[in-house]
């Protein structure tokens, strides 16, 4: 099927390529479909972008290449929701602001986005933990991994 981007223009997308989230994402309840796609010369950022919705895009990364230790557990009711049943099924991402060099723009430790690879289901969890913050600075240290 044919979907208008926000920064790739017209493109041809699988079905099997669509993520669901039950529940939207915060603040987009009413956008359930979305498709992960890469940014052109560079493997570090995608761009998760709405079906139905062109303007609505939004850049991720995977927080591990970025930030030693994150870590954290998923609640039992994300595990069923999202109805994993081994770890390796499950895909991270955070959610990029883009400030006006990558170096300073920020990642949303605090809010990840959990996939479950295999039958792509997703949703935005928040986590109860102090340590990790909305506004993360990406640092040109981490950007060398």
Known sequence: MKIKTAYLGEIEIEKA??????????GFEEEKEFVLLPIEGNIAFHALQSVHTEALAFIVTNPYTMIENYSFDLE??????????????????????????????????????????TIKKAKQVILNNEEYSIRHVISAESLKG
Not at 17 to 26: A, L, Q, S, V
Not at 86 to 109: M, P, R
């Open 76 to 117: 039992e009711s994300t595990v069923k929701a999202l109805q994993i049943k081994e770890e390796q099924e499950v895909a991270v991402f955070t959610i990029v602001s883009l400030k006006e060099t990558i170096a300073s723009s920020t990642i949303n430790l605090k809010a990840p986005i959990i996939l479950n690879t």
């Open 17 to 26: 390529d669509i993520i669901g989230f039950e529940y939207g994402i915060p």
